[in-house]
């Protein structure tokens, strides 16, 4: 009940941001640019990149300060994933997703007599997986990144000390955390200033308590968060509130170094987040459908547009539930077959133009959505380029966190499926690559994407959104390539969502017309409207020019892109 009213006030709130806000034009530049969520993280990337930065550099540097202005979703207490290709077209990932903690089984989420109880995998302190992020962006640099550590971790130490300007949005979520009768404490307590106030908007905002971890991190690196007195003060807490996750735990998490999904669309190369997200597999495997397209008579926004991507999508999520998951405990991922033409020429014969095809209900339920993520996309002038995207799960994960470490941990076992063999039309999947097991990495769906143009950077893309990523990143990605689109308008166009189960398509209410919806249904589809969806971050890079070109969503009103 509390999360609905939570989903809802924010729901509301992001209503009355967008009716303020005129759309995020693009920003154009020469030698590098920044685009996150919030405007003064983006600057202190572009800060990096002015010092002599990589891309990575000011990714890692953009991704903590994320943690300091973006709360919902920017974090250290969570995790997520790099797509980089370096200016030679040389691509890789790091896998810096949540694992289960070893204490973890598959049936930690049920009473005695089988049954899931109600919420504990999203709403306790057993949904929280042991942190990626700060091993994720410590390999990154350590890899790839120019500058010292400690340059790139500074700017985010000093915003948490020194403070940053509070936003509206932050603001608002603080009237919401501090309601009468909200008995969460940590999260009444967690916007603050000095004298016990909830900030103004405009008033500097400082977090002592997360400045002091985050200065552990940058003296000490990986080892001043998963060792030493951070490490305790988390074991500390778990043990005080009901988590499972040890020190040992900490100490023997790892981000991982893996090969890209690799796909291509008419020419241009698509490199994406290989499981466990989902996202690469799913992104390619509907874009090679899509090449098959005759887009000569088949018109942006048109019916017959809409219905073609949905049965995209609606094939692309029933490969995802059947075949995805951690592939370190799925050894036999078909990722080949899923994302080859030929797979494509099989998918697309099954599409009838005129006819919604039906999802098989019998097989799975409806998956569950989370609620708040962020990606950002940044390009040196080298013609480097890093796709990031990391989370906490729900907007401010868990919503618990110690008040002496100063930030919020995710809860991101909830994307795990919780009961094993058990699938229900209400929203819960049993099926078997995605249950929980010691040290596994639970399924995303987060789709950082660098697509690639002779052997160059191009396009730089990914968005929160849940399940919805997936599919706001594949639009976009399509608006781009099949409909030209400069990158402002591929990321403010109209976007639609099937995910096979529920069998519906979701769509954003103010840009679909009520005479395309009718068509849609005619054709049998079921439809239901949103006002937004994806929160997408964006860089185009004209590498014969040398112009970089980005764009933020404007349902992100405090976001940024910046180029210098
Ligand atoms: O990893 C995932 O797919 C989800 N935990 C992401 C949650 C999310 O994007 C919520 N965003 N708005």
Redesign the pocket.
């Known amino acids: 009940m509390t999360l609905l009213k939570f989903r809802l006030v924010f729901l509301l709130s992001s209503l009355f941001i967008l009716c303020q806000t005129q759309l995020n034009a693009q920003t154009y530049a020469k030698n590098g640019m920044v685009v996150s969520s919030d405007e003064s993280s983006s600057e202190v990337g572009v800060d990096i990149l002015k010092k002599g930065g990589n891309a990575i550099d000011a990714a890692v540097a953009t991704a903590f300060s994320l943690a300091v202005t973006h709360p919902s979703a920017g974090n250290i207490g969570g995790g997520g994933f790099i797509v980089f290709m370096n200016s030679e077209g040389e691509t890789t990932t790091i896998d810096f997703r949540e694992k289960a903690p070893l204490a973890a089984t598959n049936d930690m989420y049920l009473n005695e007599q089988g049954k899931l109880i109600d919420g504990i995998n999203h709403h306790s302190a057993k949904a929280i997986g042991v942190p990626g992020t700060v091993a994720g962006l410590y390999l990154a640099h350590k890899n790839y990144g120019k500058l010292p550590w400690k340059t790139v971790v500074q700017p985010a130490v000093d915003q948490a000390k020194n403070g940053f300007v509070f936003n509206w949005y932050l603001y608002r979520a603080a009237q919401y955390f501090t309601r009468e009768g909200n008995d969460n404490t940590f999260m009444n307590g967690y916007f603050r200033n000095e004298k016990g106030a909830i900030p103004e908007p405009g008033e500097l905002w400082m977090q002592n308590e997360l400045a002091e971890t985050l200065t552990l991190i940058r003296d000490k690196g990986r080892d001043g968060f998963y060792k030493g007195k951070t490490a305790k003060k988390i074991a500390n807490f778990m043990k005080k509130n009901g988590g499972i996750i040890t020190k040992k735990d900490l100490a023997k998490y790892e981000a991982i170094e893996r090969e890209p999904i690799k796909g291509s669309y008419k020419g241009y190369d698509i490199y994406s987040m290989p499981p466990p997200s989902s996202g690469g597999v799913a992104l390619v495997e509907m874009m090679n459908l899509m090449e098959l397209a005759d887009f000569e008579t088949i018109e942006f926004n048109s019916a017959d547009h809409l219905h073609l991507v949905a049965e995209a999508m609606r094939r692309a999520f029933a490969d995802r539930a059947e075949h995805l998951g951690d592939p370190d405990f799925n050894l036999n991922i078909p990722l080949e077959k899923l994302t080859s033409k030929a797979f494509a020429q099989k998918r697309f014969q099954e599409i009838n133009m005129a006819k919604a095809s039906i999802s098989d209900s019998s097989r799975f339920g409806r998956l569950y959505d989370?609620?708040?993520?962020t990606h950002l996309s940044t390009m040196d002038k080298e013609g480097n380029a890093v796709s990031l995207t990391y989370?906490l799960?729900y907007s401010y994960g868990s919503q618990m966190g110690s008040k002496e470490l100063g930030f919020i941990f995710n809860n991101?076992m909830g994307?795990f499926n919780p009961q094993p063999g058990i699938t229900k039309s209400n929203g819960q999947i049993g099926t078997a690559p995605n249950l929980v097991a010691p040290e596994k990495r639970m399924l995303?769906?987060?789709t950082p994407t660098i697509v690639g143009k002779k052997g160059k950077p191009f396009l730089v893309i990914g968005s929160?959104?849940?399940?919805t990523?997936i599919n706001t990143v594949f639009q976009t990605v399509l608006n781009v390539l099949e409909f030209k689109m400069p990158i402002d308008k591929a990321i403010e166009a109209l976007k639609i969502h099937h995910q096979w189960l529920p069998d519906q398509i979701v769509y954003e209410k103010l840009l679909l017309s009520p005479d395309t919806r009718k068509l849609l249904e005619a054709k049998g589809h079921t439809l239901k409207e949103r006002f937004n969806m994806g929160a997408l971050m964006g860089i185009t890079y004209d590498a014969e020019k040398g112009i970089f070109v980005g764009a933020s969503d404007s349902s992100q009103p405090d976001s940024g892109a910046i180029g210098y």
């Open positions: 989370g609620e708040s993520t989370t799960e991101e994307d995303s769906s987060m929160p959104g849940g399940r990523i």
